[in-house]
Structure formats: C-alpha cells, structure tokens
C-alpha cells in the first residue's frame, strides 16, 4: 500500500517525540490503546495555567505508521491551541491530512482519544470539571 | 538509510523466475503454440513432448512416476483438488479430516468447506516450535477418517513436520497421507513415497518457476488413490483435472524442477549460512525472539520479534529498498495477527512485532549486509518511539498495566 508523502514524513521524521514530566500538575497524559491490538499512544500536553493555552506536546507510540504519523501530527496540532480548541480535533482531520487509508481509519480515532484522554487528565489533575 | 538496490527477502511469498526458465518457456509461445491434448498434427505433439519432459523432470525432483503428477494453477488449486476430491471420493469410507491448526489458508478453508459439506474436521495443536504432536494425532484418527493433511515446511517459520513419523502413523491406521508441500519442495530433498505422503500438492513458484502453475502429486500404486475432480471438462490429467493445458507454463514449472535438483545441496548450504549469519546477527539486538525451531527447519528461514516494536511500522522504516513480511496485523487483510504465530503459543504482543526473512537463489553475502543494518537501524527508529519500550527499560511491568483495548 502506498502511503502519502505528510504520513511517510511524519513516519520517517516524526515531530514531538518526547515525555514531559507526568508528575507536573501542568502535564496531562493520555495513554490508549493496549500491546495486543498491536497500537498505543501515549500522548502529553503541557498547559499554561494562565492562558489555558498548550504550550508542549510529545508523544511516544508503538504502532504501524498510519498510527505513528497520525500521534506526530496530532501533537503539531495541540501546539498553541487552548485546551477547549483541541478538544475540537476530529480524527477525520487526520485521515484527510495525512490521506489514511480506510484500514487505518482506527489509527487517527486512537489519536482522538488520546487527545481526549490527556486532556481529561489534565482536568482530572487541576479539579476542573469535564463540561458536558 | 537509502542505497538504491532492492533487496528480496520474501522469497516464500513467492520466487523470482530464474532467467534459465524463462528461456525454456519462450518457444512455447510463439512456435511450438499447440493444445497438448491436439493428438493428430505436430502442433500438438510438440506441445504434449514439452509437457512430457517437464512431467517428467517434476516427477524426478520427487521421485515419483510421471504418471502421479497431475498440473493444476497453483498449489492452491492442488491443496482444494486433494481435501476436497479425497472427501467427496471416499465419502463411502468416512467423512473425518485431521489437519493442523497452523496449515496454509488453502488447506484451513477448503477443510472449511469440507464442514459445510458435512465432513468432520479435527484441527490439531501445535507446539511452541509449531510441531504436531504425534500422539494426538495418532489418537485423533478414528474409523471415520480418511484423510490427514499436514504441510511439509511452514510458510511462516519454515517448520519441518516429521513426515516420515505422520506416513508410518497413517500407513498403520489406513488413512491417506496428503501434504501441501510448497514451501519445501525444490529446497530441500522430498520424496513422498519414502516418506508415506499419498498426495503432495505444490508449486512453481515458490522455485523459481512462474506464477500460474502448480501440481498434485496422487499415488498411483500401493496405495492407487484418486480424488473426484473438482474442475469439469475434456477429462484431462487422467481424468481429476480438466483444461487445456498451460503448456508454457508447465515447460517453465519443468525446468524450475531440473534446475532445483542440480542445484539444491549447494544452494542451502549457501542459504543456510547466510541465513544463520543475518538470524545471529539481529539476535544481538536485545529482546529479540526466534519463532519456530532452530533445529527442524527450512535453510531459507528465519521468524524473528522484537519486542515492543510494531511489525509494519518496522517494516516501513526499511521497505523502500527491502522487502520482507510481518506477522502484524496492520499487514492482513482481517487486522488479525498471525495465526500461525499465535498457534506456537507467542501473545498477540510478540505476534504483531515479527518479521519473516526468507532468502533465496538470487539473495548476496551483500544483501544480508544492508539488512543487518537497515533492519537494525529500523528497530532503533521504532524503540526510540515506543512508549511501551519505555516504560519497559523503566522496569513497568506492563502485564499490569491497564490497557484502554480498542
């Protein structure tokens, strides 16, 4: 299968690749996705506290390469934009971005959630409340 | 990372066609054109004198008489003509198939049919290496059951069964032996009357002949076993094959077989040892696991994981310039791992991280140089990224972790 030249770039030099401190309050981690379904990302956002602004994302994710450039390209994404914008990420953004196939549609829902779920731990963390 | 020669190491997906084949091929085309079955100009006669000689140099890579090859499409069609031609054939005798659970998709599915039709099928366990155990399948034969088929060599691991162990075992309950036999034959030395295999499906392909034609091999003697045709027709290949014959192709298949017999002691020797040399090598890479046996296998093979790296991630990190295959999931068209991996016992974890490298008669001391490296290099790019490589060296026991399953 032939892949886009932005997912084979993002593959072969992934952006953001990285762990912040877990431990920070400021840190929010997402880990999704389990070592038999043969992906999981674990994606961070550091947020400043003030802006409610994502100042630094990185990631780390096993995983085939639609799974890979799909985390890389979610943290350029996150870079910048509030907290309440990057809940706004739709997975197909990063199907149409990186041209996934329809195989690996579950590769950019993966990045989604952990968008979602790094965030949430963020919350979590600083007793905000998830809206509704 | 990027040199600009391609390098083939997926030889059991299929072969390159020697070029000495194709040459043999050439005048069957264009000169010697006719319909082998054409008994009554020279046309066809010279197309039926080169299917003899390549009949006959089939027959003597395995040893067997000409008569017992009969030409199909491929292995595939071979595997389907003998489960299902053997089921419908001695329906009268019993209705009982004994196959393994880490056979070849062309086995597994018509032993699938055969259910539908309202046979009985017993799929057998493997063990750790991917071996059958003897004594349950010696306990598994019943007097319902006509037939055991279980492959020569795996196409996954390279795994040799104990043929001769299996013919003795069916020899002695009166079942018939049959074995798809496409990874091995041309390879390594196999000789289905020694070994007790009553039908042998196989392919040329897989030896350096083309895609599109294969054989079964069906004993004629002793015992003379014969399969209900599955294909319809002029009666061709003594009746349990009907079409014109592929007459190019069998000429090409024919020599693929000379050529394999000349060639083949010399040629696993050179194999084995380049193979042995790129197995050791990555296995200096830490957590890397050989699947399968080391002592009962092909001299073409190797399967190896490495852990907490994704099978098509890896691959892609090299796959520009060298082709292999993987277990993972992301390469099958059912997103499900391996299942012959899975059939050694190996968690889906390991299953979705290996790699199957399989040399051939074209492959270099030079391209395995360049794989050492480039395979190397790709497990690096994918640790370096791997958050459960990570948390792995971190010492997290990640049988403890709870996964988000997706």
């Known amino acids: ?132 | 990372m990027n040199s600009d020669k391609l390098i083939y190491l997926d030889n059991n997906a299929t072969t390159p066609t020697d070029p000495r084949v194709v040459e043999a091929m050439l005048p069957y085309f264009t000169q010697h054109f006719g319909n082998a079955a054409s008994r009554n100009h020279p046309f066809g006669w010279q197309a039926e004198k080169g299917v003899d000689t390549a009949r006959q140099h089939i027959a003597d890579l395995i040893q067997v008489d000409s008569r017992e090859v009969i030409f199909t499409s491929g292995a595939t069609e071979a595997d389907n003509l003998a489960i299902k031609g053997v089921f419908e054939m001695y329906a009268q005798k019993g209705n009982h198939i004994i196959t393994l659970k880490t056979e070849h998709k062309a086995v597994l599915d018509a032993c699938k049919k055969v259910e539908k039709l309202g046979g009985e099928v017993t799929y057998l366990d493997v063990d750790r290496e991917g071996m059958v155990d003897l004594k349950a399948l010696e306990a598994a034969i019943t007097d319902k059951t006509i037939l055991v088929s279980i492959m020569f060599a795996n196409n996954e691991t390279g795994l040799i069964q104990p043929m001769k162990e299996i013919g003795e075992i069916c020899a002695r309950k009166g079942v018939l032996f049959m074995s798809d036999a496409t990874q091995a034959v041309g390879k390594i030395p196999v000789n289905p009357k020694e070994l007790g295999i009553h039908l042998m499906a196989f392919t040329g392909h897989k030896m350096y002949g083309h895609k599109g034609v294969g054989c079964l091999y069906v004993s004629r003697k002793n015992p003379r076993v014969k399969v209900t045709a599955q294909m319809d027709g002029g009666g061709h290949e003594r009746g349990m094959r009907s079409g014109t014959l592929n007459v190019p192709g069998i000429v090409g298949f024919g020599e693929a077989a000379r050529l394999a017999k000349l060639e083949m002691a010399e040629e696993a020797a050179r194999l084995s040892k380049m193979r042995d040399r790129l197995e050791s090598e990555l296995m200096k890479i830490e957590e890397v696991y050989l699947n399968g046996s080391q002592a009962h296998r092909m001299p073409h093979v190797t399967n190896l994981s490495f852990k907490h790296v994704e099978g098509e991630g890896l691959m892609m990190t090299f796959n520009q310039n060298i082709g292999v295959s993987s277990g993972s999931a992301c390469t099958s068209a059912s997103l499900e791992p391996s299942y012959v991996l899975i059939a050694l016992g190996l968690g889906d974890d390991l299953a979705h991280s290996s790699l199957r490298l399989s040399l051939g008669r074209f492959n270099t001391e030079e391209d395995i140089d360049a794989a050492i490296q480039q395979i190397g290099q790709g497990v690096q790019h994918m640790r370096d990224l791997s958050p459960i490589w990570e948390m792995y060296k971190e010492g997290v026991d990640l049988d403890a972790v709870e996964w988000s399953e997706h």
């Not at chain 1, 762990?19 to 929010?28: C, E, F, I, N, R």
């Not at chain 1, 953004?93 to 195989?103: F, G, R, T, Y």
Request: hydrophobic share 40%; net charge negative.
């Open chain 1, 1 to 132: 299968m032939a892949y886009s030249e932005k997912l084979l770039d993002h593959f072969k030099k992934p952006k953001n690749v990285g762990t912040l401190d877990k431990d920070s309050k400021a840190v929010g981690t997402g880990l999704v996705g389990a070592p038999e379904c043969g992906d999981v990302m674990r994606l961070q956002i550091e947020v400043d506290e003030e802006s409610n602004v994502i100042k630094d994302a990185k990631f780390k994710t096993f995983g085939c390469g639609s799974a890979i450039a799909s985390s890389s390209l979610a943290t350029e994404w996150l870079k910048g934009k509030t907290v309440d914008e990057a809940l706004a990420i739709d997975n197909m953004a990063i199907v149409e971005e990186l041209a996934l196939p329809p195989v690996k549609i579950h590769c950019s829902v993966l990045a989604e959630d952990a968008i979602k779920s790094a965030i949430a731990d963020y919350r979590k963390k600083n007793g905000i409340a998830e809206e509704a």
